[in-house]
């Protein structure tokens, strides 16, 4: 007579407890901890006093917390957006034409050549696109110099109206690899009889990159845009060490808005309101992608 089976939960419970208590010390308790934050007026020192929604009010007529977001729209574009389509262009030609005509060593080398900014750590990626944006001896002012573009020097992050582009620049150069990379896999999986047939009929690239290519591969679209959005809402490193969020605010956003709120103003109780804010909208958009990632997995089933 056999023993009856436990139940595949059980079974499996010890082992996910390591990583529940992991989570919960690390995420839950420290995400309350900055809410309950939130609500008190604090400078870091002393009892914290109760201010209730004092300090979720004043964010909403404070023009500095907006101005971050909306540079958090321009970090959406530079780390979602353009590296998401240059990705996926990048990826269909590697693919087709590189793989296809130099093999696939040359295709894995400038795929790894894409995705090494995503190795480097972002204080080394930051330093050195420093010292190439420098007005003065930086590597891309004595380039424009050197072909007969002097008039095109400028201050790239040391004047308000390039400062945010050029860390936008460095951005991108920093996210294409992650999404070339996971689209390339993607392009694996594709039924190659389709182009074949496409071919057959006389599609040319173009038409077979819109009509097939681009359709097969909205899981991973769905995939690279949210966690790369994701990615951009929450940049701090980049700009940290970029341009600390000057000049003048002009490349601030949220985290680093945070950052400076909750350490160097020590306005504790309001810093911690910006960053349940934020995580609270990071949130939201995470279960809204899923929500539709897992709709559109139905209709295709």
């Not at 407890?17 to 007026?41: K, Q």
């Not at 109760?50 to 574009?77: I, K, P, T």
């Not at 074949?196 to 681009?214: K, M, N």
């Not at 909208?281 to 992608?289: P, V, W």
């Amino acid at each position: 007579m056999t023993a009856p089976r436990r139940p595949l939960t059980a079974s499996y419970a010890p082992f996910l407890l390591p990583g529940v208590l992991a989570f919960l010390a690390v995420v839950i308790v420290p995400f309350l901890m900055n809410t309950g934050l939130s609500f008190t007026s604090w400078q870091g020192v002393g009892t914290p006093e109760w201010s209730g929604l004092a300090n979720y009010r004043e964010l909403l007529d404070d023009s500095a917390f907006w101005e971050s977001f909306r540079h958090s729209l321009f970090m959406v574009v530079a780390m979602a957006a353009l590296p998401t389509a240059i990705g996926l262009v990048l990826a269909a030609a590697l693919f087709d034409h590189i793989g296809k005509h130099f093999g696939s060593r040359i295709t894995t080398v400038l795929r790894a050549c894409f995705y090494l900014p995503q190795v480097l750590p972002i204080a080394v990626a930051g330093i050195v696109w420093s010292w190439i944006l420098a007005p003065e001896n930086g590597s891309l002012n004595e380039l424009l110099a050197a072909v007969g573009l002097s008039s095109w020097q400028q201050d790239w992050l040391g004047d308000p109206d390039f400062a945010l582009y050029s860390v936008m620049g460095v951005m991108v150069w920093v996210q294409l690899g992650f999404p070339l990379v996971v689209f390339m896999a993607g392009l694996e999986r594709i039924d190659p009889q389709l182009h074949e047939a496409a071919e057959l009929d006389g599609a040319g690239w173009w038409r077979r990159f819109w009509h097939i290519t681009l359709p097969q591969l909205r899981p991973e679209i769905s995939v690279v845009l949210t966690w790369c959005t994701i990615a951009a809402l929450k940049v701090f490193g980049a700009v940290y060490v970029l341009t600390k969020g000057g000049p003048g605010g002009a490349t601030d956003v949220p985290s680093y808005f945070s950052f400076t709120t909750f350490f160097e103003k020590t306005q504790v109780g309001y810093g911690a309101a910006i960053s349940t804010v934020l995580t609270v909208l990071i949130l939201a958009l995470s279960l809204i992608a899923l929500r539709l990632q897992n709709r559109q997995e139905e209709t295709q089933t």
